[in-house]
């Protein structure tokens, strides 16, 4: 009967005749000298036992547990895309037609709102923990409502509490250096949002967050709405 054999140096496994036992040979893989052993010495490794119930044929009635795994199909991109470049175009169009006056408020908190749903799915679904069971169905729509509403207030609230903690008529006479720290903290706001809402890693939290917020920076921009920098201007 063969006799197992493992080298301690390159733990090579590999059996030999039971007439070398006790005997000491190279190992065939590292040329090391190692003792074959009795055979008395062997450890057996047996297979573990298979007590899960089974059916009339033999085969167990347990079901490996499978995964499915969340994907961001095709007809999923397209409406998020759609959605964005629709939201882009309505602000682009308030900017060509809305002449001194500009985008008016409603239609700039609107697009807030819009554009959030779309960017907060796109995000989560690059950035869910791979180790867990991701959201879907209603629990993923329930979720990414939740995240859109309170990413929204975080840009709705930044166009009154900076202008209010630093006396301005407007949030947009900030300096860029201060809009550039409220940024900062709003990000690590989105972040925790983010993070609490989906489960994420703190830095999926702040990728998720942070592709909102640019994304209404951007939209600022194309819509003609000023957000730092504005001339204060100087009473007589």
Known sequence: MPIQVTCPKCFKRFQVSDKFAGKKGPCPSCKNTITVP???EQVVIHEQPDDSPKDRSGQSVLKPIKRTETKV???GLIATISAIVGVFAIALFFRLSGGEAGTPLWAQILGIILLAPPLV???YSFTYDQELEPYRGAELRN???LASVLLALVWIVYAFVPAYLLDLEHAAEMSYTTFGIFFCIMLGIGSVIAVA????????GVLLAGLYLLS????AIVSGVTLAGMPIP???
């Not at 809402?197 to 999926?204: A, D, I, P, Q, R």
């Not at 209404?216 to 939209?219: D, F, G």
């Open 38 to 40: 009795d055979k008395d």
């Open 73 to 75: 199909t095709r007809k």
């Open 121 to 123: 799915w796109a995000g």
């Open 143 to 145: 979720r990414v409502l």
């Open 197 to 204: 809402t989906f489960e994420l890693e703190v830095f999926g």
């Open 216 to 219: 209404v920076v951007l939209l």
């Open 234 to 236: 100087i009473s007589p």
